[in-house]
């Protein structure tokens, strides 16, 4: 690449500027926003399944009614993230065909699945509250498509997360079972939650790229120690006890210690061993193929249109 417009670039980016799709790019910068954007998709597309589980059995119309608004704001938060990987020239086609074949990845998190209501709780306190942790920095990404798209995401983004809470909240004042299946959501989710700021920061293949380029504001360790540190006083509020023995206060740090993460099973559930993998996959390919029928209709119709109008 021309060293010159490199430089241009790389001092845009210095200067905090949005790069946008017509602009001058480094393949490499195409490359990986390409990946982490579609990525950052197909999470929200697959993480609509362990939530949808629950919606026939929410435990009221309420509760029925919130968390089919949720599940649908993630199919939305889908459909803006592919609009913005399109915007770097792969197709939408390309991407979902990366996704069932399994050389696109999605977050681990929604390998594991949900037992009880009290893991619709625990997915929207902690599941969204990381991502809210990581979605914040992302409205200040340099690539302008996708940080736009992360501002409406973040806001919809707090309402799946008081949402869960609120959940946590009911169970864990309420009967002697109910705070148990709460506690035991929270042992179940808690370190897979963690997983979702990727591995540590020495482990990071594309870490320091993605910050020299600023597409990552802050850094995988950095966001998971933010996280614990706002997390765990929320479980001391529910009077819940985080699963982590070697999780106190360092006074000196200003935050949490706390104990390593088992990057054996993130790297097995990166590889697509999680407990629930192959379910999801096959929902995955299966709606798309129940859902061929609707894409060609569209297209037809669309056809249609423009011969009227080219008439
Ligand atoms: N699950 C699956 N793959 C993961 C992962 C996880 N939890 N954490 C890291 N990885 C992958 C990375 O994608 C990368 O593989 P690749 O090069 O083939 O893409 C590899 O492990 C090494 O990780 P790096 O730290 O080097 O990769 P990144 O710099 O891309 O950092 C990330 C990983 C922090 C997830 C970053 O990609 C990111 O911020 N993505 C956008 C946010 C996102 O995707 N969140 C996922 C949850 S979706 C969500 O929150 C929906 C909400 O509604 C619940």
């Avoid at 490199?6 to 845009?12: H, N, P, S, V």
């Avoid at 990381?130 to 309402?159: D, H, W």
């Avoid at 989710?189 to 979702?196: E, G, I, N, R, Y």
């Avoid at 009077?239 to 740090?253: C, H, I, Q, S």
Wanted: proline content about 5%; overall charge negative; aromatic content about 10%.
């Amino acid at each position: 690449e021309d060293p010159k417009l490199l430089e241009a670039f790389e001092a845009r980016v210095a200067a905090d500027e949005f790069i946008e799709p017509k602009d001058w790019m480094p393949e490499a910068y195409r490359r990986t926003l390409t990946r982490q954007i579609s990525q950052h998709a197909h999470s929200e597309i697959v993480g609509m399944l362990p939530e949808g589980n629950w919606i026939t059995r929410a435990p009221s119309l309420r509760r029925k009614a919130i968390l089919l608004a949720k599940v649908q704001d993630e199919a939305g938060h889908g459909l803006y993230l592919y609009c913005a990987a399109e915007t770097l020239g792969t197709s939408r086609d390309q991407m979902i065909e990366a996704l069932h074949s399994g050389k696109a990845k999605y977050s681990t998190i929604f390998n594991y699945p949900t037992l009880t209501w009290a893991d619709i709780g625990a997915i929207g306190w902690l599941v969204d509250g990381a991502a809210i942790m990581n979605q914040v920095p992302l409205q200040r990404t340099s690539y302008g498509p996708y940080a736009r798209a992360m501002v409406r995401v973040c806001k919809e983004e707090s309402f799946h997360q008081r949402q869960g809470y609120e959940i946590m909240i009911a169970m864990a004042n309420g009967t002697a079972e109910q705070k148990r299946m709460a506690q035991d959501a929270l042992n179940r989710w808690w370190w897979p939650s963690l997983m979702m700021f990727g591995p540590p920061d020495a482990d990071s293949p594309n870490t320091a790229q993605s910050m020299r380029w600023r597409i990552k504001r802050e850094t995988n360790d950095e966001l998971r120690q933010k996280f614990v540190d706002i997390t765990v006083p929320q479980a001391d509020f529910l009077g819940l006890t985080v699963p982590d023995a070697d999780l106190k206060w360092n006074e000196e740090k200003g935050g949490y210690d706390f104990g390593e993460v088992d990057w054996e099973e993130f790297y097995s559930v990166v590889r697509g061993e999680g407990p629930v993998a192959k379910e999801r996959m096959e929902a995955r390919r299966k709606a798309w193929e129940d859902g061929a029928w609707v894409r060609d209709a569209a297209a037809a119709h669309e056809a249609k249109r423009r011969e009227r109008k080219a008439a």
